[in-house]
């Protein structure tokens, strides 16, 4: 289940990390002191019950959120004390994401989703429509540009979903339940072309998923329960992923 | 109404709408008001009692707008004498051969008649031009609040509309910044496009707006008057104690009215040939002798002024 990386730097590191909100007067720790590391290439899934932290996690990956203690370092740089300026661009440039509910703008055809992902780069138009052509075709939708998500099925949305997340060449890919508005054929066609951008291109991918057939997929389980790690037989405690 | 002078009176021979104008013979004969005989459900055939005396209606006529109307209208002569006021009249009218006479003519009369008020029909023409004018500026005022209005209206609605939008999208504004979209580049796009669709609607409004204007001003009526030979104040009414202008010889009313425009065509008016007052331009009626004859139109605003100048120029009297 461990993959070679020679890379000693794990791409990601996380040190005592909680993150607690106030909800109603009261306080929701959904991430409760977790230390781990996450390797390059690494494809690692986050499995667990509703509610155990696995989103919160995956949005303190992705730089969606600060934690409330504890530090979140990124290839060496801490993500907790950046701006915001630093972590949008670190976004655009480093993290694709991939949601369960597609998110892809309903008014806008499957290649404009793509390119909205470009936009921020700025270039040339022509750049950018052949960029995206060369996206859709490589999750298998290049005839499918222009049609609106509303014409496409659940599991074509999701491969538009992951053109646009592939679209600034992301070191990582975080995918929050990617499979769970899918039927389990099409939910197995998308987890094989997110291991596969693992595979081929030393992406580092960590899905969070609360199907344990599509965490086995994984080359790494990490299970959460109440915002801690579980420690299991296949994974040293409070860690995810290997350099062996 | 002085039956034998029927171009120069409360109302003319034309304005009997029903029936015909008074004969020529002694019958006791009544004219009425349109609005009077259909409040009263009366009609051609039918009878009024004056001062004991019956009537028979022979006809309907349309008074003047401008001119202060009778509900019944009776041979002088036979008012004179039910009245037990013979000779004696409240209203005078009469023409003069020019409107650049008017003035002297108004003056000139005022000075023979002792207490005589007169009122020219471009008195009358003032007094309701001025009444126009005032509701035009009405109904101005009552244009621009309901624009402002209607603009603080489109604001809120604009506002509101932006609001929503902002609302409905804040899932896809989160996917703009996991995208690595800025703040400010997620800001400018929504202003971007509120302003665009602020433009476009602009354009579509300002385009129904002025069809729809123009739809208005084709359809709508204008602010219009017709200021008609029975001035106000000047109308003959029921005369003695059956009628609201009692006559009184220090009250007499003198309706003066002349051709616009300084026509070269000196005529004399059918209120100064015998059976008038009996004189020349500019003298009072002797006692006795007044007329109270019908006229034409004397004058119109707007389109009306037009019209009448157009038939001024024809021959008609204004």
């Given at each position: 289940m461990s993959v070679t990386d020679p890379?000693?730097?794990?791409?990601y590191e996380l040190r005592d990390v909680s993150k607690t909100y106030e909800l109603g007067g009261g306080r929701v720790h959904?991430?409760?002191?977790v230390t781990a590391t996450i390797a390059a290439g690494d494809a690692v899934a986050v499995a667990g019950?509703?509610?155990?932290?696995k989103t919160t996690l995956l949005q303190l990956l992705g730089g969606l959120d600060r934690p409330t203690s504890g530090s979140v370092l990124f290839e060496g740089r801490?993500?907790?004390?950046?701006?915001d300026g630093d972590l949008g661009a670190l976004r655009l440039r480093t993290f694709g994401f991939v949601f369960q509910q597609f998110?892809?703008?309903?008014?806008?055809?499957a290649a404009q989703n793509v390119e909205v992902a470009l936009?921020?780069?700025?270039?040339?138009a022509a750049d950018r429509r052949s960029a995206v052509l060369g996206l859709l075709d490589s999750v298998g939708l290049a005839s499918r540009g222009d049609h609106l998500p509303s014409k496409l099925s659940g599991g074509e949305q999701q491969r538009v979903a992951i053109a646009r997340a592939l679209a600034n060449e992301p070191h990582v890919l975080l995918a929050d339940?990617?499979?769970?508005?899918?039927?389990s054929e099409t939910g197995a066609e998308i987890i094989e072309v997110l291991l596969s951008l693992s595979a081929e291109g030393r992406r580092t991918v960590v899905v969070v998923t609360h199907d344990a057939d599509v965490a086995a997929r994984a080359h790494r389980i990490v299970r959460m329960h109440d915002g801690r790690i579980v420690p299991s037989d296949e994974l040293a405690p409070a860690t995810i992923g290997s350099h062996s | 109404m002085d039956a034998k002078n029927r171009e120069l009176g409360a109302f003319t021979p034309g304005q009997v709408t029903e029936g015909r104008y008074?004969?020529?013979?002694?019958?006791r004969e009544a004219i009425v008001n349109e609005s009077y005989a259909s409040r009263e459900g009366l009609g051609r055939g039918d009878t009024v009692t004056l001062g004991g005396k019956t009537f028979t209606i022979v006809g309907i006529a349309q008074t003047p707008l401008g001119g202060q109307s009778s509900d019944v209208y009776v041979k002088l002569g036979q008012l004179q004498e039910l009245a037990d006021r013979?000779?004696?009249?409240n209203t005078v009218y009469v023409r003069a051969e020019s409107a650049d006479d008017v003035a002297t003519v108004a003056a000139e009369i005022e000075q023979t008649v002792d207490g005589a008020s007169v009122t020219t029909a471009e008195d009358l023409a003032d007094r309701v031009s001025g009444t126009l004018v005032d509701a035009k500026n009405l109904a101005g005022k009552l244009g621009t609040a309901l624009t402002i209005v209607g603009l603080l209206a489109a604001f809120l609605i604009a506002s509101l509309l932006t609001l929503s939008s902002v609302t409905k999208r804040v899932r896809e504004f989160g996917t703009l910044k996991a995208l690595g979209w800025s703040q400010w580049r997620v800001v400018r796009q929504v202003s971007g496009e509120s302003l665009a669709q602020g433009a476009l609607g602009a354009v579509v409004g300002i385009a129904l707006g002025v069809a729809g204007a123009a739809l208005v001003g084709a359809l709508a009526p204008s602010l219009e008057a017709t200021v008609g030979g029975a001035v106000e104040d000047a109308g003959p009414r029921f005369?003695?104690?059956?009628?609201?202008g009692a006559v009184s010889a220090s009250t007499t009313d003198v309706a003066l009215e002349a051709p616009v425009g300084?026509?070269?065509?000196p005529r004399r008016c059918g209120s100064c040939s015998p059976g008038g007052?009996?004189?020349?331009?500019?003298?009072?009626?002797p006692s006795g002798t007044a007329a109270t004859r019908g006229c034409p139109p004397a004058h119109r605003l707007k389109r009306g002024e037009k019209r009448e100048r157009d038939r001024s120029r024809s021959g008609s009297r204004l």
């Open positions: 890379d000693p730097v794990p791409v959904a991430v409760r002191e019950p509703s509610g155990s932290g801490d993500m907790s004390t950046m701006g998110n892809l703008i309903p008014t806008l055809t936009a921020p780069r700025g270039g040339r339940e990617p499979t769970g508005n899918l039927d | 008074f004969g020529s013979s002694d019958a013979t000779g004696r009249v005369i003695g104690p059956f009628g609201q300084g026509r070269p065509r007052f009996g004189g020349g331009r500019g003298r009072g009626p």
